[in-house]
């Protein structure tokens, strides 16, 4: 299995990070999230040992982080709502949830790491890649309707993140 827990935020994502480098480190965060998931699809009869399960937490966490920062260094929530102040309540959630999901990401790793049954810890590590996947899809939701409205349209439309 290749080593995962040295690898991730070695190096800061930001405006100077070259294409390249930042689109390798996007393929491995969804890699790694893609195995997170496949490991806890399976049956109690195959499930992973809870050590190797709480690296893979852990490893998918720390590429979160940097994902998440990347993101609010890059300040698009910012130009999204200065573009259109009325989506500055969403935006607020949508950054919220950073936090929220990095931290539900630890808790299971710790729990893995204590005692805490595979079958409830693959349960919420199911729930928080849902989670994750309604956060990503409301995040580029508030950019399209930040850009409709920067092309002076859009007034009013669309749902909530919280939706
Ligand atoms: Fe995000």
């Known amino acids: 299995m290749k080593q995962l827990d040295d690898e991730p935020q070695r ?13 390798r480190r ?10 997170l998931r496949t490991m806890a699809r399976r049956p109690p009869e195959a499930q992973t040992e809870a050590a ?19 993101e609010e260094r ?10 259109r102040p009325s989506l500055k309540p969403v935006a607020d959630l949508l ?8 931290h539900e990401l630890a808790d299971v790793c710790a729990g893995l790491r204590s005692g805490l049954a595979l079958s409830e810890a ?4 199911l729930r928080v890649l849902e989670r994750l996947i309604d ?10 309707r930040s850009q409709v409205a920067g092309l002076g349209g859009g007034k009013g439309r669309g749902r909530s993140a919280a939706a």
């Open 74 to 83: 890059g300040e698009y929530l910012f130009y999204a709502t200065a573009a």
């Open 26 to 35: 996007h393929a491995e965060l969804w890699d790694t999230l893609t195995r």
């Open 52 to 70: 190797v399960l709480a690296a893979h937490v852990d490893a998918a966490r720390q590429r979160l982080a940097s994902h998440f920062a990347f």
């Open 95 to 102: 950054r919220s949830q950073h936090g929220e999901i990095l």
């Open 11 to 23: 190096m800061v994502l930001d405006e100077h990070t070259h294409y390249a480098e930042f689109a």
């Open 122 to 125: 693959s349960t919420t590590i």
């Open 135 to 144: 956060h990503e899809l409301d995040e580029r939701q508030l950019l399209q």
